[in-house]
């Protein structure tokens, strides 16, 4: 289990250290900012659902 814990960081690490050694840390704020307000307009559906 430990394996997979490292691989599955080891997989997301390497793209965003490859856009911070291009784009400086501007644009790993930018890419953050835009991944944490996807992460919440996707979950509005599943946490605002009333029936």
């Known amino acids: ?4 814990g ?6 997301t690490g390497l ?3 490859m856009g ?8 790993f704020f930018i890419v953050m900012t ?3 307000l996807l992460s919440a307009i996707l979950i509005v559906p599943i946490i ?3 029936k």
Not at 1 to 4: I, V
């Open 34 to 36: 835009a991944a944490s």
């Open 6 to 11: 490292y691989l599955g960081a080891a997989c």
């Open 1 to 4: 289990m430990g394996l997979f």
């Open 48 to 50: 605002g659902g009333k």
């Open 20 to 27: 911070i050694e291009t784009t400086s840390w501007n644009g």
């Open 15 to 17: 793209p965003l250290a």
